[in-house]
Every structure is written in C-alpha cells, then in structure tokens.
C-alpha cells in the first residue's frame, strides 16, 4: 500500500471528540459563535431588554455586518455595552481566492483573527450552490491520500469560525443574486473531532432567523469516530452523514484511514446501523477510487458485503493528487465496472463529478498553504 500516515501517534491519542475546544459559548468574545438564546441572557445581565437581540442576530446573519458600528435597529446604548465587553464579529480575512478552469469551483485561502489559516471551496451545480467549509486546522486522523492529514493537527475551530466561513460564502453569492443551498463539512479537518463547536455552527446556520439553512442540506463528513456517530444519534441531529470507507477489511483500511486502529469495522458499521435506526437516515459512505489498490472486483464484492443490512448510498471518488501520496486515480472504465457490481449486489452509488481539481479544492487536497 503506497503512502505512509504521518500522525499515527496523533490520532491514537485523539479523544473521539474534544470537548475542552472554545465552543462559542460566552466568554468567546466572537458573536457568530453565540446562540440568540445567550445574546438576550447578555443584554439582560448589562441592563438592557432582550428583544434586542433579534436586531442583532439580523444583523449578524442577514445583513452580514463585518463590525459592530455597522449595526441598524440597535440602540446606541446596547453598542457601547458589547464594545465594552469587548464584543467583536468573527469575519475571516480572504488572503487568496483561486478560480478553477472548470466555471464552477472557488476556493478560499481564509486568514482567521489568530492568524491561523483554512480554505474553503464554493461549488457550483446546476440548480444549487454548496459551501465546504473547514472544521479544524489542519487533522489529527492521518488519512494518508489526504494533504490536510498529511499536515498534521494544529487547532480546533471555535463555532463563530466555522459560522465566519460559511456567511462568506453566502456572502459572494448574494452579491450574484443567487443563495446558498447547501453546506458540506467536508474541508479540513474531522467535525466529530471537534463536536460541541461544530454542532453550535450547525445550529446556528439552520436557525430560521438567521441563514435558514434547511437542515437536510447540511452534510457531516467523518472518518469513522464511532462515539461521535452514536451521539449524533442519541440527539437525532437532522443533518446527513456521510461515512469515510475506502476499504471493507480492517488490515486495509487501517493502512489508509489510521484512526480505524482505535475502531474497526464492526464497531463502525454497528454505530451507523444505530444512526440509521434512531434517525430514520441513510448514510452515505465515501469510497475513495485507487487505481489498483481498491477499485477491483474483490474490493467491490468486499464492499458489497460489508454494507450488507445497511441503509446506504455509495459515493465513488476518483482519488485526488495530493504531494505526500504516490497512488493514481482509477479511470472512468474501472469505475463504472466498480459501480455496475454494487448495482448488481442491489447498492445506489454515485460517481463523483472532480471539481476544482486544478486548484487543489478536491476531495483530500485542502491543505491552507501559502
């Protein structure tokens, strides 16, 4: 197997989420990263009456404001109480912003208040527009074909930056005259690694006061962290998951996706059978397209068996180049063969379309370098 995990100790010692991450609650002076609910509890604990919270929740998630001064329908007196608190909002800094070749693809170099750097990509589809956004700088899991693990871990995002990018997003898109339909958690980093705060942002871009994300727009990748899985079942989150295969054994898997050391198979498919039971929601698992290594009759047939019970739909992914990994992407004539014996065992699949791969914002390539 070509490629080599650079943070097995890492994600070894990962806990399944860290809850010691800044989730936005109060204290995290980033008003993105609070609910209306603290906003009101804020006002009334500076003397003032909590109906204003609505204006200032429109004008965080409505109107967009990058600055409190920029505020409308806000007395003048609740101001000079969240400057005094030392009340900011949260919005990243574009360092860079690379179109692709193919018309559709944007990826953003995004420059948080620390410094620290992620990127984000909008795509285009006919119909509908999606944000991925990133949940972590850089990712503890290892994943050896993907360049932000290849990186390494360098923090948690805290909820009002995960919210920051997506409002950026939004943001461009408004100034076309067109909105945002859906939001992937697919760019760097591990969203159950970071639950509470990825949760909160969550929450706050379906609120219907705010962006009104419809929740079943909202996609949650994961490498397989199985207390993470059970717990989105147990709160019945309404968003959709979707599940980092890439093998059906756990000898070549582990190879791939490190973090399947800490949770084998077994573990991992009887966690998603429980999601789809307590949420009444397929899954969708990602299977990662190596020419030769995974994209055979075996591997299908494997793949076949091991979903066998499960409430699934299979995205096939033509692997992406990235620096650190020598593997090629299967062709288009061994994923449709891939493809027709999932068919024939009874599975849906799609074959994902490549975007934006000329600007490394492909599955696996965002890696927040300059």
């Given at each position: 197997?070509?490629?080599?995990?650079?943070?097995?100790?890492?994600?070894?010692?990962?806990?399944?989420?860290?809850?010691?991450?800044?989730?936005?609650?109060?204290?995290?002076?980033?008003?993105?990263?609070?609910?209306?609910?603290?906003?009101?509890?804020?006002?009334?604990?500076?003397?003032?009456?909590?109906?204003?919270?609505?204006?200032?929740?429109?004008?965080?998630?409505?109107?967009?404001?990058?600055?409190?001064?920029?505020?409308?329908?806000?007395p003048?007196?609740?101001?000079?109480s969240?400057?005094?608190?030392?009340?900011?909002?949260?919005?990243?800094?574009?360092?860079?912003?690379?179109?692709?070749?193919?018309?559709?693809?944007?990826?953003?170099?995004?420059?948080?208040?620390?410094?620290?750097?992620?990127?984000?990509?909008?795509?285009?589809?006919?119909?509908?527009?999606?944000?991925?956004?990133?949940?972590?700088?850089?990712?503890?899991?290892?994943?050896?074909?993907?360049?932000?693990?290849?990186?390494?871990?360098?923090?948690?995002?805290?909820?009002?930056?995960?919210?920051?990018?997506v409002?950026?997003?939004?943001?461009?898109?408004?100034?076309?005259?067109?909105?945002?339909?859906?939001?992937?958690?697919?760019?760097?980093?591990?969203?159950?690694?970071?639950?509470?705060?990825?949760m909160?942002?969550?929450?706050?871009?379906?609120?219907?006061?705010?962006?009104?994300?419809?929740?079943?727009?909202?996609?949650?990748?994961?490498?397989g962290?199985v207390?993470?899985?059970?717990?989105?079942?147990?709160?019945?989150?309404?968003?959709?998951?979707?599940?980092?295969?890439?093998?059906?054994?756990?000898?070549?898997?582990?190879?791939?996706?490190?973090?399947?050391?800490?949770?084998?198979?077994?573990?991992?498919?009887?966690?998603?059978?429980?999601?789809?039971?307590?949420?009444d929601?397929?899954?969708?698992?990602?299977?990662?397209?190596?020419?030769?290594?995974?994209?055979?009759?075996?591997?299908?047939?494997?793949?076949?068996?091991?979903?066998?019970?499960?409430?699934?739909?299979?995205?096939?992914?033509?692997?992406?180049?990235?620096?650190?990994?020598?593997?090629?992407?299967?062709?288009?004539?061994?994923?449709?063969?891939?493809?027709?014996?999932?068919?024939?065992a009874?599975?849906?699949?799609?074959?994902?379309?490549?975007?934006?791969?000329?600007?490394?914002?492909?599955?696996?390539?965002?890696?927040?370098?300059?």
């Open positions: 197997m070509a490629g080599k995990a650079q943070n097995t100790k890492a994600v070894c010692d990962a806990p399944a989420w860290d809850d010691s991450a800044s989730d936005g609650r109060p204290g995290d002076s980033d008003l993105l990263g609070w609910s209306s609910g603290e906003l009101e509890a804020f006002l009334v604990n500076t003397g003032h009456k909590p109906i204003h919270a609505e204006a200032i929740w429109g004008n965080l998630h409505r109107r967009w404001v990058s600055d409190l001064a920029d505020m409308v329908d806000v003048e007196r609740v101001l000079h969240m400057v005094a608190a030392g009340l900011t909002v949260g919005r990243p800094t574009v360092v860079r912003a690379e179109s692709s070749q193919d018309g559709f693809t944007r990826k953003f170099l995004l420059r948080l208040s620390d410094g620290e750097l992620v990127e984000s990509v909008l795509m285009r589809y006919k119909g509908r527009a999606t944000a991925c956004v990133s949940t972590q700088a850089g990712c503890a899991m290892g994943c050896v074909f993907c360049a932000t693990g290849q990186g390494g871990f360098r923090r948690h995002l805290r909820a009002g930056e995960i919210v920051g990018q409002l950026h997003v939004a943001r461009i898109l408004r100034d076309e005259d067109l909105r945002l339909r859906n939001l992937v958690l697919m760019g760097q980093g591990e969203p159950l690694h970071n639950y509470d705060a990825v909160r942002a969550v929450e706050t871009v379906i609120d219907g006061k705010g962006l009104s994300l419809a929740a079943i727009r909202v996609t949650l990748s994961t490498v962290l207390p993470g899985i059970r717990r989105l079942a147990e709160e019945k989150r309404p968003m959709a998951l979707a599940v980092s295969l890439h093998a059906a054994n756990d000898a070549q898997r582990e190879a791939l996706v490190p973090v399947a050391r800490r949770w084998p198979l077994a573990d991992l498919m009887a966690a998603c059978r429980y999601f789809s039971e307590r949420t929601r397929r899954i969708f698992f990602e299977w990662t397209l190596i020419e030769g290594q995974n994209d055979g009759p075996e591997e299908a047939a494997e793949l076949a068996r091991l979903l066998k019970g499960q409430r699934a739909h299979v995205n096939l992914i033509p692997l992406n180049p990235t620096a650190g990994f020598g593997g090629e992407p299967s062709g288009l004539v061994r994923a449709r063969a891939f493809q027709s014996m999932l068919k024939e009874g599975f849906v699949s799609t074959i994902r379309q490549r975007r934006g791969i000329d600007i490394d914002a492909g599955c696996g390539q965002l890696a927040a370098t300059v």
